[in-house]
């Protein structure tokens, strides 16, 4: 991918700014665009920030008022990019990019391990500081990382290095704004209907020399309603960290994982 179609495009700044801002990593994703559309609902002026100059283009047809920012949060060029798009109170920052799967541990390429903690953790930090001056007392800082985090699995690892790392560094951005009133969160999804979903499936039923469906019929038998998560439950879940009273959940991981975590808490 050019470096001219990855980091450089803001579009729509010509709006209110006085309206608080909710920044959306990943906005062009299968989680992004439910919880963009849901922002957009509670009457925020929401940034959808993601790689593709094309996706953004598409998903603002979707969601017309939205406004959107090209660029790549693995690079430290998406700071300033992400900060020049800013010109009022940030009341979120939502940070939900996809990374690469890298299958199990055994295996793992790891450069693609490397990646994934850059997309999901350095990402977040670049966010993090081009937004932070436009952060106040009840501002959230809302990370999407999985249940893989918190219950390892043998054939899912880049998404279990890198939710385990995300909590880490949640809870201390917690323990860095507290002192402003600025909240951090994780929320933890399970195995969501989307095509990571399938990507990550295909990775264990070639590590088990199993068939696909083999697999995601032993995915919904470990939750204890056999549901996956929808991207839907995850943008309620983000809208519900928006409310005054979510305050007294800064640090902590909000599970949407279908009853899947089996350890304590």
């Given at each position: 991918?050019?470096?001219?179609?990855?980091?450089?495009?803001?579009?729509?700044?010509?709006?209110?700014?006085?309206?608080?801002?909710?920044?959306?990593?990943?906005?062009?994703?299968?989680?992004?665009?439910?919880?963009?559309?849901?922002?957009?609902?509670?009457?925020?002026?929401?940034?959808?920030?993601?790689?593709?100059?094309?996706?953004?283009?598409?998903?603002?047809?979707?969601?017309?008022?939205?406004?959107?920012?090209?660029?790549?949060?693995?690079?430290?060029?998406?700071?300033?990019?992400?900060?020049?798009?800013?010109?009022?109170?940030?009341?979120?920052?939502?940070?939900?990019?996809?990374?690469?799967?890298?299958?199990?541990i055994l295996n793992a390429d790891i450069d693609i391990l490397n990646e994934a903690v850059n997309i999901k953790v350095g990402g977040l930090l670049r966010v993090v500081r081009a937004t932070e001056r436009h952060m106040r007392q009840g501002s959230r800082i809302i990370a999407i990382?999985?249940?893989?985090?918190?219950?390892?699995?043998?054939?899912?690892?880049?998404?279990?290095?890198?939710?385990?790392?995300?909590?880490?560094?949640?809870?201390?951005?917690?323990?860095?704004?507290?002192?402003?009133?600025?909240?951090?969160?994780?929320?933890?999804?399970?195995?969501?209907?989307?095509?990571?979903?399938?990507?990550?499936?295909?990775?264990?039923?070639?590590?088990?020399?199993?068939?696909?469906?083999?697999?995601?019929?032993?995915?919904?038998?470990?939750?204890?309603?056999?549901?996956?998560?929808?991207?839907?439950?995850?943008?309620?879940?983000?809208?519900?960290?928006?409310?005054?009273?979510?305050?007294?959940?800064?640090?902590?991981?909000?599970?949407?994982?279908?009853?899947?975590?089996?350890?304590?808490?």
């Amino acid at each position: 991918m050019r470096q001219e179609d990855v980091v450089g495009l803001t579009e729509g700044l010509n709006h209110d700014s006085a309206a608080e801002t909710a920044v959306v990593i990943g906005a062009t994703g299968a989680f992004g665009r439910v919880i963009a559309s849901k922002l957009l609902g509670r009457g925020l002026d929401v940034l959808a920030v993601a790689r593709s100059k094309s996706a953004l283009e598409a998903l603002q047809n979707e969601l017309p008022g939205i406004r959107a920012c090209c660029a790549d949060v693995a690079s430290d060029e998406s700071t300033n990019v992400i900060t020049r798009a800013l010109t009022g109170p940030v009341r979120a920052v939502v940070h939900g990019p996809g990374v690469g799967v890298a299958g199990g541990i055994l295996n793992a390429d790891i450069d693609i391990l490397n990646e994934a903690v850059n997309i999901k953790v350095g990402g977040l930090l670049r966010v993090v500081r081009a937004t932070e001056r436009h952060m106040r007392q009840g501002s959230r800082i809302i990370a999407i990382g999985g249940h893989y985090g918190l219950e390892p699995s043998a054939y899912a690892a880049s998404a279990g290095v890198a939710n385990a790392a995300l909590v880490n560094v949640v809870r201390q951005l917690s323990l860095g704004y507290g002192p402003r009133g600025i909240t951090a969160h994780v929320i933890a999804p399970g195995p969501a209907e989307t095509e990571r979903l399938r990507a990550v499936a295909a990775a264990r039923a070639e590590q088990d020399g199993v068939s696909v469906q083999q697999v995601l019929n032993q995915m919904l038998s470990e939750s204890s309603i056999s549901q996956f998560t929808k991207p839907e439950q995850v943008a309620w879940a983000v809208s519900l960290l928006l409310d005054e009273e979510a305050e007294a959940m800064t640090g902590s991981t909000l599970m949407l994982d279908s009853g899947r975590r089996r350890g304590l808490p």
